[in-house]
């Protein structure tokens, strides 16, 4: 019974993250208007990244280098190439909704190991 109680400890601890325990559990679902931050080391304008709400679809683009969205605290929000973008895939992680947050588009060379050429 105690290792139960343990995982769900941990389990809800980890989602709580930087908010705090007490603030995650008693602020999801408080509607927000998050200011999104784009930290692009990228090659593409930061203009060709939206941020996309996962639950609701809503989306918003970056406009000097901040996009702004309506949304709930920890909705999940994730990192995208606007639909304009065509034949290139990007997608960050989900993250949770915050008031002011930060998001990184990293568009580094990805090397594969254990491949040999024939």
């Not at 930061?46 to 809503?58: E, H, M, P, S, W």
């Not at 996009?67 to 304009?84: D, E, F, I, W, Y």
Request: net charge positive; with cysteine.
């Amino acid at each position: 019974m105690r290792a139960i109680v343990a995982i769900v400890f941990l389990t809800l601890a980890s989602q709580a993250k930087s908010e705090g325990l007490f603030s995650w559990l008693f602020s999801s679902g408080k509607e927000i208007k998050a200011e999104i931050t784009l930290v692009n080391k990228c090659e593409l304008e930061a203009r060709y990244f939206i941020v996309r709400d996962l639950q609701t679809g809503k989306s918003a683009s970056f406009k000097n280098g901040v996009a702004k969205l309506n949304t709930k605290v920890n909705s999940s929000l994730q990192l995208q190439l606007s639909p304009s973008v065509k034949h290139v895939i990007f997608e960050g992680n989900a993250v949770s909704a915050k008031k002011k947050m930060k998001l990184i588009a990293d568009c580094s060379e990805r090397k594969l190991g254990g491949i040999a050429d024939n």
